[in-house]
Structures are given as structure tokens and as C-alpha cells.
């Protein structure tokens, strides 16, 4: 399995890059949230997803992990391939994706091109669980969105593991955005956040 694929862009358009590593270029289909994070760069990871076919091997590529695991949550639901999975990324933000999903919201979803009321209803029942364990979706407190998801859930994924409440960390997190702003680098705000939590 390829996990990421890291390079110099050859080619990229709205839809795909063609990312030469190691003397190999690797065709690797992206979404545009993907593509409007790497349109300014020479170099880039992006993390990947190899779907295998009958006739074909696609690459998929995504800037950060947080947007491939969305992808592959998707694909896991019964209907819904990789093309309509990358529709639904390129069609909102990951975080709007997953509050609508999180919120049961099926007129958001039923709003991307190729998603329907019932493959909106299947998302909503297959995922909902899934995305409030793991993106801690249940409420997001108002400064935490100042950061950005990567940095925020990173953040927020190390302070539980060292043993702080889910919610004492995002209170945490909100007050250090608050007083040093939103260009505080991860480890500087972890440890902010140890002191303070």
C-alpha cells in the first residue's frame, strides 16, 4: 500500500497532479480542497488512497490525513465509490462535511452534486457515531475554529492521550488561541495547554 507520495508537481489541474518522486511520476487524483492547499507549491506530500478495479488502479491523494480519513469513511458506505467519495470533498470544506454529517443535516448533504435523500439519509445513519468519536464533533467550542482542523485536532488527539478531558482540553485550546493567536505553532500550544489544563 502507498501511504503518501512526496514529490515535485509536474503537472496539476482542478482534478489531478502528477507528482514526480523518486524518478516515477504518480497520476493521483485530488479533490479541489486539495488542489486549492497545493496550487501554490513545488513540493508536496499528499497522503494516498490506491482503489483497485478490475480494469484500473487509481491513486487517490489528499493534502492531510484528516481529509483521507473522511474519503475512506465514505467509500466504506454501500453506493458510494471513490468519484462520488471525492465529490463530496471537493464540495465543502472537511469540517462542514463532517458537522453536517454530525448534525444528521440531509439537506446539506442532499446539496453535493451525486448525493441523493437516501445516500444523504445512509451517510447521516453509517457515519454519524463514527465522526462524533473521532472528530469530537459533539459541540465545537466558538475560538476553535480560529485554528486550523489539522493543528486543532492534532492538538486536541495529544492532550487526551496525555490523560486530559476531551472538553478541559478544547476549553484549553480556545483560551491559548485567544491570548496568543491563531499562528501558535502545535507544540507551543500543547505546551501552553499542559501548563494550563
Do not use: W
Not at 21 to 50: C, M, P, W
Amino acid at each position: 500500500m502507498i501511504g503518501y507520495v512526496q514529490g515535485e508537481i509536474v503537472f496539476l489541474d482542478l482534478t489531478h497532479a502528477v507528482i514526480e518522486a523518486g524518478g516515477i511520476g504518480y497520476e493521483i487524483k485530488i479533490s479541489i480542497n486539495t488542489f486549492t492547499r497545493i496550487k501554490d507549491l513545488k513540493q508536496v506530500r499528499l497522503y494516498t488512497h490506491l482503489h483497485i478495479r478490475e480494469d484500473a488502479h487509481v491513486l487517490y491523494g489528499f493534502f492531510d490525513v484528516i481529509e483521507k480519513n473522511l474519503f475512506n469513511l465514505l467509500i466504506s458506505i454501500s453506493g458510494i465509490g471513490p468519484g462520488t467519495a471525492l465529490m463530496v470533498l471537493s464540495s465543502m470544506e472537511v469540517r462542514e462535511i463532517e458537522n453536517a454529517i454530525a448534525e444528521g443535516d440531509i439537506l446539506t448533504l442532499k446539496g453535493i452534486k451525486g448525493i441523493g435523500q437516501k445516500t444523504a439519509e445512509r451517510i447521516i445513519v453509517e457515519l454519524k457515531d463514527k465522526i462524533r468519536k473521532t472528530k469530537g464533533l459533539e459541540k465545537i467550542p466558538e475560538g476553535f475554529s480560529d485554528l486550523s482542523d489539522e493543528l486543532k485536532n492534532e492538538a486536541l488527539s495529544a492532550l487526551v492521550t496525555l490523560g486530559i478531558q476531551k472538553s478541559a482540553a478544547e476549553k484549553t485550546i480556545q483560551a491559548i488561541v485567544r491570548k496568543y493567536g491563531k499562528n501558535i505553532s502545535l507544540e507551543e500550544l500543547i505546551k501552553l495547554a499542559l501548563k494550563t489544563a
